[in-house]
């Protein structure tokens, strides 16, 4: 009975300390993430890539297709994201190589089928062993669009048979 009494009250100092350490990781992750998206507002490569914190060969890059990735989505939030600065979401999931998921939805809205629906981009951190949050571990953009038309036309413009 010690015994279990002794695991439980470490299991409880651990969850303890974990809790009070994660909303200081959310604040650093969320940091760097706007810290991001100020340098593509600015369209600043190299402040850009003092914010990559794994060698480019790890996430499958070259300074060449960092920069034109870079450009590209400097290029895409220009066009849909062009007055106000999107919301960071920190999630508590991670992706195959246990890095940590920021997501920043940069335009949603209807459309004709092929338009665009969805911009997003993905900022991926850590894993925390491996590289801190003040880094990001890679990113992507994901675009996304319409399979259908969202938007009827209304009856009266509709052609008769």
Do not use: W
């Not at 914010?51 to 989505?73: C, H, M, N, W, Y």
């Amino acid at each position: 009975m010690k015994q279990y009494t002794c695991m439980f009250a470490t299991l409880l100092a651990v969850a303890c300390a974990s809790s009070e350490r994660q909303p200081n990781e959310i604040r650093e992750i969320r940091a760097t993430s706007e810290a991001v998206l100020a340098t593509i507002e600015k369209k600043d490569i190299k402040a850009f890539r003092e914010l990559v914190g794994v060698p480019l060969e790890q996430i499958g890059q070259s300074e060449a297709t960092l920069a034109r990735k870079f450009d590209r989505i400097c290029r895409v939030y220009e066009e849909y994201a062009p007055n106000e600065r999107p919301p960071v979401f920190v999630t508590d999931s991670v992706s195959t190589y246990n890095k940590r998921v920021v997501f920043i939805p940069i335009y949603s809205g209807k459309g004709l089928k092929g338009s665009v629906g969805q911009v997003r981009l993905m900022l991926l951190f850590g894993p925390k062993s491996h590289y801190p949050y003040n880094k990001i571990s890679d990113i992507e953009l994901h675009v996304f669009n319409h399979e259908m038309n969202e938007l009827p036309l209304p009856d009266a413009e509709l052609p008769s048979p």
